[in-house]
């Protein structure tokens, strides 16, 4: 059983946020240290691989003898590697945290969305100060932060969820790095806005209620995702089924032909379809005269349910 969670929650700035874009070339009168920004809209973000690397190096320090050492990515433990991915050897990771986009720009573009603040750093040998000027986004920004849960295994779903919560709340707590630099100035502090994940409470009863349908081996099954069954899964997957379905169809555009060529039809089960037999399906290659794989995913997602 595969599936996506989605997982949305607004980054709230506390303090001044700064999170270094490129300073390879600065014009005189610029900023000596700019904060990252979406190319398109001119704004400042959150980097995804920002959210993801602080949440697993809180987590991989939970581990550590005298909480400084890290250890190396490959040691980080099952749970994490499943979770976060590896490289040797390569792990696919379950969680994709996408940029967290700017949600309030309209009411703070009076005030301005940043600010540039002067810094002096002074030689204790000399007195020497050598002055910098640093960007922050300003307190009061707010950004949408969203990960996604690749649904592989429902039985390990409330183990890698919870830790994920752990981590949420770990990450507000945290007075070693947080998000971007300085914290030890009181750069980087914030709160997460949202529905917590609450796992292992008495108020959880409609997540377990999810879980137990995710995981009910027996029919009648709705289908939660718009999906295919292999050639070899059709007849045992239609019997007795009442079911919808959708085409889909559109064109692949790939540096290899000078123009979009058209993918394979196929018609699908629609999400709602309700079956007495589950299937697998499977990833397929809808590519036609294409030199490589163009590929369509086509797995489902089936939840038990009482009629």
């Known amino acids: 059983m595969t599936g996506k969670i989605l997982i949305k929650c607004d980054l709230v700035v506390r303090t001044g946020l700064h999170i270094g874009g490129s ?3 600065s014009a005189i009168g610029t900023v000596d240290s700019p ?3 979406d190319p398109f809209t001119g704004l400042p973000i959150v ?3 920002s959210l993801k690397g602080k949440l697993r190096t809180l987590l991989a320090r939970r581990s550590c003898v005298n909480g400084e050492t890290l250890p190396d990515f490959s040691a980080d433990g099952e749970v994490l590697l499943r979770m976060f991915g590896g490289s040797e050897p390569v792990r696919f990771a379950r969680l994709q945290f996408a940029d967290a986009f700017l949600l309030n720009y309209d009411q703070l573009k009076g005030v301005g969305v940043t600010e540039v603040k002067s810094e002096n750093t002074i030689n204790r040998l000399t007195s020497k100060a050598t002055p910098r000027q640093i960007e922050r ?3 009061g920004c707010r950004f949408g932060v969203n990960i996604v849960y690749n649904l592989s295994d429902p039985k390990e779903m409330e183990e890698d969820l919870s830790l994920l919560s752990k981590a949420m709340k770990l990450l507000q707590l945290d007075y070693l790095g947080g998000i971007g630099g300085r914290t030890s100035a009181g750069y980087g502090r914030f709160h997460l806005d949202g529905e917590p994940i609450c796992l292992n409470t008495a108020e959880d009863a409609s997540l377990r209620w999810m879980l137990q349908a995710l995981e009910r081996g027996t029919a009648p ?8 069954p292999t050639g070899e899964e059709m007849d045992a997957a239609l019997e007795g089924a009442a ?8 064109f692949a555009s790939t540096e290899w032909v ?10 699908f089960l629609t999400a709602g379809s309700v079956l007495q037999h589950t299937y697998q399906g499977k990833l ?18 089936f939840m038990g349910v009482t009629l």
């Open 23 to 25: 300073s390879s070339f």
């Open 35 to 37: 904060v990252i920004r």
């Open 47 to 49: 980097p995804g691989s």
């Open 137 to 139: 986004v300003v307190a």
């Open 221 to 228: 099954y709705l289908l939660l995702t718009s999906s295919l």
């Open 243 to 250: 079911f919808q379905l959708a085409r889909r169809g559109g």
């Open 258 to 267: 000078e123009t979009p060529v058209k993918k394979q039809t196929q018609y």
């Open 284 to 301: 397929c290659d809808v590519g036609i005269g294409v030199p490589h794989p163009v590929y369509r995913y086509s797995k489902p997602l």
